[in-house]
């Protein structure tokens, strides 16, 4: 019998551990739980951020709890909590709050985010000070750094990345200063949850030559282009600098790369100029049976004209403009924000890209909505400039 009872027993616990794992594994899925932490001089600014990824309206409530440590033992705890509604597709900021910080000072910070039924179903989790844990957590994050980019087939394969998300590292020259800038851009319709790593080495690619690094999680909506950090160095003359932007998903998957060498010497200038001749031939011989349009005149890109009649047909017009060149969409066709009359006093916006009509929805004198229908729009016009551009590259056989 005590057998029979200590069967059941060891088969409930494997149960819960099962139902446990399981859970676990539905964590931000759907809704994603994120913690944005700052820290300014002996304060962190902590604040909660929830993303819904679905089509589909959530009712949701969120608990933000902070628990310090400090180094006689004390124990503190601070909470958050309240309820939310989270439109489709949507990221909104739920809660703030600023804690005193010392490098004695253990902190937890925890994020929970609940649906309807009070199931967890997201979560984020940060601890700093954590017994010296940060120390080693910054010298495996060095190591990775290093192998990753000593890996040869990341610098050759290069094509086999940047596909969904584009890394991109932009530079600027002061004087004596020049300024990495690391950017990502998601090219699909899908809100991203990633890890950035922008690094700059002095000399070569290797651990011991790490100068500077940068490195956090961030959200990357879908269609958007948005910048990640910058640093800024002295650049001497003849002195070698590699400046290396690696993006991971969250199974630390490398999705982007982009690589920058600063003062490269002769051979690997010659190296790197071979290689961009025998690119350019493959795309002259590809071209040779690509019909395009673009023979002879300029090109035109980027245009945006706006031929509006009321208040809110301009500020449509403001949001749409503003949100296309934010997103670099840059296309190759005119984008027109036409204003028509509807029926009765009504109006109606059209999206056109050349002669085509895009979008068009019947205008109210609501921020919330014009944001909302600018949204559908850009998503809709971008999706109509990636179209062109598979046609065009289509081979035509006759």
């Keep these: 019998m005590v057998l029979c009872v200590n069967q059941k027993t060891i088969i409930s616990v494997v149960i819960l551990l099962f139902t446990i794992t399981v859970q676990a594994q539905l964590y931000n899925t759907e809704v994603e739980a994120k913690l944005n932490i700052n820290q300014d001089n002996d304060n962190i600014n902590i604040k909660g951020i929830a993303i ?14 902070v628990f310090k440590t400090d180094e006689h033992k004390n124990k503190s ?27 004695k000072t253990k902190v937890i910070i925890l994020l929970l985010l609940y649906d309807a039924n009070e199931n967890i179903i997201g ?15 910054k010298v495996e994050v060095l190591k990775d750094i290093a192998a990753k980019v000593e890996d040869v087939s990341i610098k050759i394969n290069a094509q086999a990345i940047n596909n969904e998300v584009e890394a991109e590292i932009q530079t600027d020259n002061q004087n004596d200063f ?3 800038k690391g950017t990502a851009f998601n090219k699909t319709e899908i809100t991203k949850s990633l890890i950035y790593k922008l690094v700059l080495f002095n000399k070569d690619e290797s651990l011991n030559n790490i100068e500077e690094l940068t490195n ?4 990357l909506n879908a269609n958007q282009k948005t910048d990640l950090s910058s640093i800024t160095f002295k650049l001497n003359d003849n002195e070698k600098k590699i400046a290396v932007l690696l993006i991971y998903d969250l199974d630390n998957n490398i999705v982007g790369q982009d690589r920058v060498v600063f003062n490269e010497d002769l051979k690997e200038e010659e190296a790197k100029k071979q290689r ?8 002259q011989e590809l071209s040779k049976d690509i019909n395009t349009q673009k023979r002879d005149g300029l090109e035109l890109k980027g245009i945006v004209v706006e031929d509006t009649k009321t208040k809110p047909g301009r500020d449509f017009y403001k949001l749409f403009y503003s949100l296309y060149t934010q997103n670099n969409i840059n296309g190759n066709q005119v984008v027109t924000i036409k204003e028509i009359l509807a ?17 068009s929805f019947f205008v109210r004198p609501s921020t919330e909505y014009l ?10 016009v971008y999706k109509h400039f990636k179209k062109l551009e598979k046609e065009s590259k289509t081979i035509k056989r006759y």
């Design 52 to 65: 819904n990824k679905t089509q589909n309206t959530k009712n949701l409530s969120y608990k933000l709890s």
């Design 77 to 103: 705890k601070n909470e958050q909590s309240g309820q939310f509604t989270l439109d489709s597709n949507q990221q909104k900021d739920l809660s703030t709050t600023s804690i005193n910080f010392d490098q």
């Design 123 to 137: 979560k984020d989790r940060v601890v700093l000070n954590d017994d010296g844990q940060n120390n080693i957590n």
């Design 178 to 180: 020049t300024t990495i």
């Design 216 to 219: 956090e999680r961030f959200i």
């Design 276 to 283: 961009i001749l025998e690119k350019l031939k493959q795309e």
């Design 343 to 359: 029926i009765g006093r009504n109006t109606k916006i059209e999206v056109i890209v050349g002669d085509d009509k895009i979008f």
């Design 371 to 380: 944001t909302k229908m600018n949204d559908y729009a850009i998503i809709n």
